[in-house]
């Protein structure tokens, strides 16, 4: 029996950790902490909603005193910590909304557990999802290991190293149990179509420019969603505490190149001829400090936690075509802004 507060669940990723743990873990009741912001979508998790082991609570980490309540209220054994702002492009038109939330948000969380779980700290867990962009851009050699020093250079990746930080600092200071975990590029289900391969595919669909950044030179090594999921749920049962792991797919592809399987790929599903989707490829100005390269040697926790990817590229971002594709309503609820809407009533809030 494990009460297990996952913040951030509402999103991409959240949503399919909390669909892991809610289904697999009938014994654990799953508390979901998101504040909604447009990345969150209720509608990700309709599945699970009416589960005997899973509630949903609307509150912002940057709100230090309901933070506190609810971890006095509801006695967690662990805290899951994914909530963030997550788009690149958009820290570098508003840097200071991933200070408050990735920043200050994640330093709230650490105080109510440090608090709350006072005397008990060999009994809690606080599990930090964070990202490979900590380690910087990499040449045309090597790979993001553990101990790869920080390097970031957004705002974002920036704000997550931060946070990686003062994760470690609670740990070597105060004795709180932590892990964390550094993830490469995440894709499948439930992306929100801000994000390279949701956008492609949204675009692709309705006919529109598929923008490129500069010359589409930069790389990125794609994780499958649900692998992501399955490495959290590992590393949060088996890490030993203060371990960070990296996860990754061993699977690097320069955007273009993704960008031309993944037309290729509509081509197919939606009966266009050979080469009609690729012809929508446009490129535009590059990202302000791009980086060239991730790659992440995901080793460690494939030798010590016994970890590996389950799911080549190419029947992954055929399924993810394919869920996109099944799920028109989802993808014009988010494009259009209604699920924001329906929130701004369900809940009096903007
Ligand atoms: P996302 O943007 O899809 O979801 C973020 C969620 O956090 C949303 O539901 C949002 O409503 C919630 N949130 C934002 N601000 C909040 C606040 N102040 N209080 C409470 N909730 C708030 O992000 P994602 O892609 O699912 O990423 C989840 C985590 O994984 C992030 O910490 C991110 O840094 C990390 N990560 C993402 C990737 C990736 O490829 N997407 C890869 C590695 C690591
Ligand atoms: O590496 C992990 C990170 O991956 C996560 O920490 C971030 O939360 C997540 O957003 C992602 O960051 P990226 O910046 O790599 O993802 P994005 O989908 O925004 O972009 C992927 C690549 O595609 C990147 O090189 C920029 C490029 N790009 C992106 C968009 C949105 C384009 O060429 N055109 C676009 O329209």
């Known amino acids: 029996m494990k009460k297990i507060l996952i913040t951030g669940g509402a999103g991409f990723i959240g949503s399919h950790v909390v669909r892991r743990f809610v289904n697999h873990y009938p014994d654990?009741?799953?508390?979901?902490?998101?504040?909604?912001?447009?990345?969150?979508?209720?509608?990700?998790?309709?599945d699970v909603e009416n589960k005997p082991n899973y509630r949903f609570v609307k509150v912002d980490i940057t709100d230090s005193i309901a933070l506190n309540d609810l971890f006095y209220a509801e006695n967690f054994d662990a805290v899951i910590h994914l909530a963030a702002e997550s788009h690149v492009d958009r820290s570098i038109s508003d840097p200071t909304a991933f200070v408050m939330t990735n920043v200050i948000g994640t330093v709230n969380l650490l105080n109510a557990a440090k608090d709350n779980w006072k005397g008990q700290y060999d009994q809690k867990r606080f599990y930090h999802i964070s990202t490979d962009e900590v380690y910087g851009a990499l040449g045309k050699e090597g790979m993001f290991v553990e101990s790869t020093a920080y390097d970031p250079h957004s705002p974002y990746s920036a704000s997550k190293a931060s946070s990686d930080h003062f994760v470690r600092a609670y740990h070597d200071t105060y004795g709180l149990d932590c892990v964390i975990s550094n993830c490469s590029n995440n894709y499948g289900s439930h992306h929100f179509p801000e994000k390279l391969i949701p956008l492609a595919i949204n675009n692709i669909k309705n006919?529109?420019?598929?923008?490129?950044?500069?010359?589409?030179?930069?790389?990125?090594?794609?994780?499958?969603?649900?692998?992501?999921?399955?490495?959290?749920?590992?590393?949060?049962?088996?890490?030993?505490t203060g371990e960070t792991y990296n996860i990754g797919g061993h699977n690097e592809w320069k955007n273009i190149d993704l960008i031309h399987l993944l037309c290729s790929i509509m081509d197919k599903k939606l009966g266009r001829q050979e080469g009609e989707s690729?012809?929508?490829i446009t490129f535009v100005t590059d990202r302000a400090g791009h980086d060239l390269r991730y790659a992440i040697d995901s080793t460690k926790l494939q030798e010590k936690l016994g970890w590996i990817p389950s799911l080549q590229f190419e029947e992954g971002l055929e399924k993810t075509v394919d869920w996109y594709l099944e799920n028109e309503e989802w993808l014009s609820n988010v494009t259009s802004g209604n699920y924001q809407s329906y929130y701004e009533k369900q809940y009096h809030t903007k």
Do not use: C, M, Q, S
């Open 207 to 240: 006919n529109k420019p598929v923008p490129v950044y500069g010359k589409g030179e930069n790389v990125r090594d794609w994780l499958w969603v649900e692998d992501h999921a399955r490495a959290i749920d590992v590393i949060f049962h088996k890490a030993e």
């Open 28 to 46: 654990y009741t799953i508390v979901n902490l998101d504040k909604l912001t447009y990345a969150g979508n209720l509608a990700n998790l309709t």
């Open 278 to 280: 690729a012809k929508l």
